[in-house]
Structures are given as structure tokens and as C-alpha cells.
């Protein structure tokens, strides 16, 4: 239901608010209340990257706001944050069907790699054969906004049961970071690092 809510918002403000609008609308709906107080508007800036920047994808940004709003404890937001973002990285996606219409042919389906939209998007059309902006990406963004949606509120319905474990970043990252983390400190961040830092210096250390 999250996921046809979502799915059915996208054209209303893009993928955040999409996302964001349809968990917040099932959410009223299942409370009883007719209209949402949330000004839900906001998240529009969330499409394309941020403002069509290409930098965080919005899906993860809806889904990691939605997250931040019914959990507050840092560790297990954290923790949600991480096995979503993690999940993207490494999924094929998207699998969402919608129901009969003229849109519902089959999509072609692809790993991201990186939680950025310019990656994620990107890589999609290039492997897919589609231009960046084509009917075609949009509405592979817009399954993807409704897989998101239901996949944040799995894990925010697991989370109530019991508290969100993550079993830890892939063997690349942990290796990367078991030097650049704590030792080095010479580099912020999870995202997976050889979506970007394919090719090391000749001089890097082995390992
Ligand atoms: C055994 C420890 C170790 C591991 C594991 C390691 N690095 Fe490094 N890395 C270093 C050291 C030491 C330097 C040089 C640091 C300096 O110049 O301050 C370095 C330098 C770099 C640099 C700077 C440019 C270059 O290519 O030398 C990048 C980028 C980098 N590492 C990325 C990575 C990535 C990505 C991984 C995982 C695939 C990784 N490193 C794994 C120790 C490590
Ligand atoms: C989205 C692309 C991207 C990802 C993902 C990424 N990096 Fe980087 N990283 C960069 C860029 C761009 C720079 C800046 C390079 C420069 O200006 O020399 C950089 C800089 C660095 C540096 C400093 C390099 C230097 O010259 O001293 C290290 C070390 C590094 N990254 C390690 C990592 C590690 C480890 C990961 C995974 C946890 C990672 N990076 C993920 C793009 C990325």
C-alpha cells in the first residue's frame, strides 16, 4: 500500500517528496486523519540529487528523513540508515511492478553501486540504454521511490519489534576503512569507495 501510495505521488514533487508523501499519507489515513499537518511540501527539494545536483539520491533521502522522524535514538537511526543505504548499494532494483497501465511494462533492472543520484541514475541509463531525463529513467526513478518507500517501512516495522541491528559494511569498505578510519582519519564516510576509487596510486600501500 506504502508502495502504490509513493508511487502514485512521484509526479506531484519528484522522488523525496514521493516517497515521503505516500508513508505520511497511508500513515494519516491509518490514524484516521483526513488532511497531513507535515508541510510535506518541503521535500521537493529532494529530486534529482538535491535540486537536480545528482549528490544524495531522494528515495534515501525521503527514506532517511522518515527514519529521523520515528527514531530518535542516534545509534538505531543509524543503524536504519545504514542497512537501507546499504540495500541500495547492492540491489537489484527496481523490482516494483505498478499495477495495469500504460506505464506498466517492464523496466530494466540494475545494482547502483553508490547512493548518489547521479551514479545511481546514470549507470542506469548507460546500461539500460536510455537517456538521463527520458520517460523511461523517469519512471525506473519512480519504481524505485516505491520500493524505497515500502523497504524504509519494513525496516521501521522490524525496528519496533526489535531494536535494528546492521551486520556491517561490506568486506571492501572494512578493508579500505581498517587504515583510512580510525588510523589514518583521512577519510569521512560509508559509501562504498571503489564506485569512485577504482584505480589506487602505484605507490599505495599493499594490502
Ligand atoms: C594497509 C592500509 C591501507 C588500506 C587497507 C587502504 N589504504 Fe589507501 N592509503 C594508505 C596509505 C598509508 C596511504 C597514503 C596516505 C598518505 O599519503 O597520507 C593511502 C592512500 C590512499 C589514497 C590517496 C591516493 C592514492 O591512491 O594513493 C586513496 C584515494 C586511498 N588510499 C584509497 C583507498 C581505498 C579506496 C582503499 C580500499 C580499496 C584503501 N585505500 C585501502 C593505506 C591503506
Ligand atoms: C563519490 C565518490 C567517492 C567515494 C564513494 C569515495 N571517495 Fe574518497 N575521494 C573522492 C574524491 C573526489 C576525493 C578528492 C580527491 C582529490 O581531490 O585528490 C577523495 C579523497 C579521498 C582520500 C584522500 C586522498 C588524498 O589525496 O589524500 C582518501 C584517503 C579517500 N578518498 C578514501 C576513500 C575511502 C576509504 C572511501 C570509502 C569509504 C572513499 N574514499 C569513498 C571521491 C570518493
Not at 486523519?33 to 544524495?56: D, N, R
Request: with cysteine.
Amino acid at each position: 500500500m506504502v508502495a502504490a501510495e509513493a508511487y502514485r505521488q512521484v509526479p506531484d514533487g519528484g522522488c523525496m517528496y514521493g516517497l515521503f508523501a505516500g508513508i505520511m499519507t497511508v500513515m494519516a489515513t491509518e490514524q484516521g486523519e483526513s488532511q497531513l499537518s507535515f508541510p510535506i511540501h518541503m521535500m521537493k527539494y529532494g529530486e534529482g540529487g538535491v535540486g537536480l545536483w545528482g549528490s544524495l539520491c531522494g528515495t534515501l533521502n525521503g527514506g532517511a528523513a522518515v527514519i529521523g522522524l520515528f527514531e530518535q535514538d542516534k545509534q538505531r537511526r543509524e543503524n536504519l540508515i545504514a542497512k537501507l543505504f546499504s540495500w541500495y548499494e547492492t540491489t537489484e532494483l527496481p523490482t516494483y511492478q505498478p499495477k495495469a497501465t500504460k506505464d506498466s511494462e517492464a523496466i530494466p533492472k540494475n545494482i547502483a553501486g553508490s547512493v548518489l543520484c547521479h551514479v545511481s541514475a546514470s549507470k542506469w541509463c548507460s546500461e539500460s540504454g536510455n537517456e538521463v531525463g527520458s520517460p523511461e529513467m523517469k519512471e525506473r526513478c519512480r519504481r524505485l521511490t516505491a520500493e524505497v518507500a515500502a523497504k524504509t517501512v519494513e525496516l521501521l516495522n522490524a525496528n519496533l519489534r526489535e531494536p535494528c541491528k546492521f551486520a556491517g559494511l561490506s568486506p571492501e569498505v572494512k578493508s579500505c576503512l581498517s587504515c583510512h578510519g580510525k588510523e589514518l582519519q583521512d577519510s569521512m564516510g560509508k559509501m562504498r569507495c571503489n564506485s569512485c576509487h577504482r584505480q589506487l596510486s602505484k605507490k599505495h600501500p599493499q594490502f
